[in-house]
């Protein structure tokens, strides 16, 4: 409806704050703007209105408080009250202020609307003022015509009663998603900013729905305009979706859902193909290899392979990496190697996904490398050309913590035709730790002009390949010369008697030693019955020793003459002697 049309009948009520039971006047009655309400207050009977601030006597005019105009009627202009007369104001209502009539009736705009009000006969009905209780208008007032509509209302303030303020909040996310989460673990929280848009405090709750969906934070009085920060994470227990929602609540307030979705995966979902090495017994330094190999159970994206210890490293042939496909196999290529001896301790390959470690114990018993030694590590040797000297023995150890690989043995050496290995039980074998074996050798010169010389090795073809050496050398001596002299008559014995012993004597008058003496008779008649030489393991140059021969016929024997052989014999040479007897 329009304010400020002409004439009393459709006059109309701007920023006029009005009474629950408030009427407007009867036939004639006077259309108030901007009166106060008040609890039992009213308006001077035949009153005029005036569209200025004076107060309304009786008969007189009334001065709008808060910038009231009449509408429809005509403000005279210069119009003032009448003497005595008082409008009645109401206590506890708000008059609209601020607003003047204008010269001549001008309307004040600006009050709130009045609600409420009846219409009275010939009055309009007054819009724009808040409810007021018990409030009522005179009857009987008129309206003064011909006024302009009045401008520059303020709207009433005090008498308004608003609805009340509440708590309401907001979240930074509507859904979340935690990705892939491994079964029995617990994805990274995601964080959501929950602000208390609304004009008063609150207690917020937060409430999870769906399997292993976890949230936390967020939680107790937040006030008005602060926000706080709210975390969801989901820790699943099978394998699946993952779909649920996180509800927030503010008390006296509004709630808010969070959707929260993922995906559940199998972690360990791979097999390994051993649960152990086993190197056994391998040598310091040395490098052993094996093999593992992983299978996927289903697609893996965060396959890792690592290790325990420091003995172990991976072979570039490896070929595991992060993603492996469901039913497809790597392999982790291990090398192996220690430093010190003994059992290899806390060595293991490592293969991880999804949070679950599956080990490989890798064990190997760390042994120092064989070594071989030989004892005595020189042998002198001497001989006449032509003549084998007597054999040297040559012993081998392995001195070391593991067996020896294939031994071999050998003479080397400018000399070395002039040296011959005897019987050896190193060749060809293996050695285990703190073994030995037996080597010997002797010397035969080929010609007498110069000493010889050469090397005895000994090699250990296995990991620690050690050789032992001895050193030979070898001197060419003259032929072996022997004399024997006594006898040579052993006398006449009759058979079945026994003569009187003879002895021989046996001198070396070369510079050759002898080596060891054999002696033999080539008559069975007669018998050796005592031997010096025998005691001697060498007779030098110009030594004797003697051998006694006696004639001891048997008693079937027939008488006859004895003739026979002394023969001694030494390294190198020997020599004979006739012996004669006889038989009665």
Do not use: W
Request: aromatic share 2%; charged share 5%; proline share 4%.
């Amino acid at each position: 409806m329009t304010c400020g049309a002409t004439g009393i009948l459709g006059a109309c009520v701007c920023g006029a704050h009005a009474s629950d039971a408030g009427t407007l006047g009867g036939a004639g009655g006077t259309s108030v703007a901007s009166s106060s309400r008040g609890t039992g207050g009213h308006v001077a009977s035949d009153a005029s209105v005036d569209g200025r601030d004076g107060a309304v006597g009786a008969g007189g005019i009334v001065s709008g408080s808060g910038g009231a105009a009449s509408l429809g009627g005509t403000s005279g202009a210069g119009g003032t009250p009448g003497a005595g007369g008082n409008s009645g104001r109401g206590y506890g209502g708000s008059t609209g202020s601020g607003g003047r009539a204008g010269t001549g009736g001008a309307m004040a705009s600006g009050g709130a609307i009045a609600t409420g009000g009846a219409i009275g006969s010939g009055g309009a009905t007054a819009t724009g003022g808040a409810k007021g209780n018990g409030g009522t208008f005179g009857t009987g007032g008129r309206t003064v015509s011909g006024g302009a509509p009045g401008t520059g209302g303020a709207p009433g303030t005090g008498g308004m009663s608003g609805p009340a303020d509440l708590p309401q909040i907001s979240a930074s996310l509507a859904s979340v998603s935690v990705g892939s989460v491994y079964v029995g673990k617990s994805s990274t929280p995601v964080t959501v900013a929950i602000t208390n848009i609304g004009k008063a405090a609150g207690v917020v709750t937060t409430m999870a729905t769906g399997a292993g969906i976890v949230v936390t934070g967020c939680s107790g009085n937040l006030a008005a305009g602060m926000s706080c920060a709210l975390a969801i994470a989901a820790a699943p227990t099978a394998a699946g979706p993952i779909a649920g929602s996180v509800t927030v609540s503010i008390s006296g307030g509004n709630t808010v859902t969070i959707a929260v979705s993922g995906t559940a995966v199998l972690g360990g979902a791979f097999v390994l193909d051993k649960s152990a090495i086993d190197f056994g017994d391998i040598a310091v330094g040395q490098q052993v290899q094996a093999t593992v190999t992983v299978t996927a159970t289903a697609g893996l994206s965060d396959l890792v392979v690592d290790r325990s210890g420091a003995d172990i490293t991976f072979d570039p042939t490896s070929t595991c990496a992060s993603t492996l496909v469901s039913g497809a196999s790597c392999t982790v290529v291990v090398d192996f190697t220690s430093a010190k001896p003994g059992a290899a301790t806390g060595d293991a390959v490592v293969v991880s996904q999804g949070g679950v470690s599956k080990s490989v114990a890798v064990h190997a018993n760390v042994l120092t490398l064989a070594k071989l030694a030989a004892s005595p590590t020189s042998v002198a040797l001497a001989a006449a050309p032509g003549v084998s000297s007597a054999p040297a023995t040559v012993n081998v150890g392995n001195t070391g913590g593991m067996a020896t690989g294939q031994i071999v043995v050998a003479i080397a050496g400018t000399s070395s035709a002039d040296f011959k290995i005897g019987s050896d039980t190193c060749s060809i074998v293996t050695l285990s730790a703190s073994s030995t074996c037996a080597i010997t050798v002797s010397y035969s010169p080929v010609t007498a002009t110069a000493a010889a010389t050469a090397k005895l090795t000994i090699t250990d073809k296995g990991p620690g390949a050690s050789v032992a050496t001895v050193a030979l050398t070898g001197t060419p001596m003259s032929p072996l010369t022997l004399t024997i002299t006594g006898g040579p008559s052993l006398g006449s014995v009759a058979p079945g008697g026994t003569g009187a012993e003879v002895l021989f004597t046996v001198t070396n008058t070369s510079v050759t030693p002898s080596g060891a003496l054999t002696l033999g008779v080539n008559n069975p008649s007669i018998t050796i019955s005592s031997n010096t030489c025998a005691a001697k393991a060498n007779l030098s140059k110009d030594e004797t020793c003697t051998v006694g021969l006696t004639l001891t016929p048997l008693a079937s024997a027939t008488p006859a003459a004895i003739a026979a052989l002394l023969t001694v014999s030494g390294t190198g040479g020997s020599a004979s002697t006739s012996v004669i007897g006889a038989i009665l």
